[in-house]
């Protein structure tokens, strides 16, 4: 209807129209009103789950990240996750790692993949964390990948969050970085430990 048109309408018509409108105007405001609440409370909601929460939620040990938290943040469809630290810092398990003050990662039950952020010190060397897992808690191991192998430890080290030393430094050098060497300076004490994928294959060996 044009807006000639609708200005040649009979008063009593239009007062018909507008008892029809206003009434659909105000519950579409109240339906907008109350998605817009919702949606706060469930921003709100996923806000409130701490990253050791959501480790141990996916069965993983919650003193696999430290304490010194500024921020997190999870897409609860795809596991991905940022947190953010107060300030790049290195806690000592059997080994050294060290925690940027940006790390990054997709949860999953069991899992940790694509992790940026974590290194980890062996032989003076150090080696980017790039994924962590639990086959079987029964088992007590986890596994840390590092790029060339994967370094088992015993969960009862990441029982709960570690006590991380606040460094100034610049991040430590890298020996593996985006499967590549970037850093000639490699021991070969370091590749004649068997990792895990070996000792697997070696395991199948035995069996067939």
């Known amino acids: 209807m044009k807006f000639s048109q609708f200005l040649t309408l ?3 018509i239009l007062l018909r ?6 009434p659909l105007s105000v519950a579409f405001h109240r339906f907008l009103a109350l998605f817009f609440l919702l949606s706060i409370c469930s921003v709100a909601a996923a806000s409130s789950v701490s990253v050791h929460d959501a480790l141990r939620h996916n069965g993983l040990p919650i003193g696999l990240l430290p304490t010194n938290v500024l921020n997190f943040s999870l897409d609860a469809t795809s596991g991905r996750f940022e947190l953010l630290l107060r300030c790049a810092c290195n806690a000592k398990f059997e080994n050294q790692l060290h925690y940027d003050y940006n790390v990054t ?4 039950y069991g899992q940790i993949n694509g992790m940026s952020g974590v290194s980890a010190q062996e032989l003076f060397l ?3 964390v790039k994924g962590i897992r ?3 808690p029964s088992s007590g191991l986890i596994y840390f ?13 990441f029982e709960s969050p570690p006590d991380c030393t606040e460094v100034t430094d610049s991040p430590p050098e890298l020996v593996f970085r985006e ?10 004490n370091l590749f004649g430990k068997v990792g895990y994928e070996a000792e697997q294959d070696n395991a199948m060996r035995a069996l067939s």
């Open 10 to 12: 009979k008063p009593h």
């Open 17 to 22: 129209m507008a008892v029809i409108i206003y």
């Open 105 to 108: 990662g997709t949860l999953s």
């Open 126 to 128: 150090w080696f980017p």
């Open 134 to 136: 639990v086959d079987i």
């Open 145 to 157: 990948d590092v790029g060339v192998i994967y370094k088992q430890f015993s969960l009862s080290l």
């Open 179 to 188: 499967d590549r060497i970037v850093n000639s300076e490699l021991s070969q």
